[in-house]
């Protein structure tokens, strides 16, 4: 109902266009199945199917703030799409506490703004997640290349500000002999050899992977890499050309865009593309995750999809 991506309040219908392929279940009816062989279905579904959960949603939202809100069936039988509550004001950040903080308080801990968080220093991880605004150099990055940027484990880390979160060698793996020269030389040589920051970012081609292999939305936002012209001009690419994105952990090869809204020595790759490798290992789909590495995002434990140091180049023609 809330979109915490924008201001103002929708709903979206999504009707079922085809019926449940084989022994396909949606995502509700497999966890249900799963809390009825666990002995918990009516504590997970409390009697509910998909529809009379809609149902409950929407008449708790008509009861509580959006008297005007049609049922469910009246919403299908309108052919609406999508209801829409606009906005009636400029959103002001904090504006109920700002006008009476101790009836409206933040969802801290002191219900104040807060300078020092005790929760972040209660993690004890003040390196990566201090508690107090502070910047903090990335592991990774154009100013500091550490031993991820070759994609080795194992090996002396150098000085820094950051925690080892390596995975640890196993006995009968053994770093091989290129990412061993390249990670005894100094960060500045290394940033040499992957001397471009690549990126990710959400494309209207898909949802995450989700309609990745839509032909029709290939056709209108497909797969590229975007790069700045005063990178791409010592490199003698083209707009248009097929280049190749790399470091040690992978490759991929794609076709380039040139453009001066992104910065130079920055790349940009779309997310959510799927891993499609040739027969040499290169991947020719366009996956980011090819080029990142096994360190996570400190405090979510995510993919590090904005800090990825590479190269690039024109790809060879077959």
Known sequence: MEDGWKYGDEVILQPKLVEPLGESKSDYRICAELAERLGIAQAFTEGRDEKDWVD?????????????????EEFIE????????????PAIAFEDFRRDPETYPLKTPSGKIEIFSKQLFDLNNPEEIPPIPKYIQEWESPFSCHCEDVGRVGGDLPKGPYRDHRPKQSPDKQDSPASNEIASLPTASRNDIYPLQAIGHHTLHRVHST???NDWLEEAFPQRVFINPLDAAPRGIQDGDEVKVYNSRGALILPCRLTPRILPGVVDIP????????ENGVDRGGCVNVLTSHHWTPFAYGTTQHTIMVQLEKAEQL
């Open 56 to 72: 409950y949603c929407l008449n708790e939202f008509r009861r509580l703030r959006f008297p005007e809100l049609p049922t469910l």
């Open 78 to 89: 309108s052919n609406l799409g999508a209801w829409t509550r606009p906005a009636d004001k």
């Open 211 to 213: 309609h990745d292999n």
């Open 271 to 278: 997310q959510g593309a799927w891993y499609e490798p040739d």
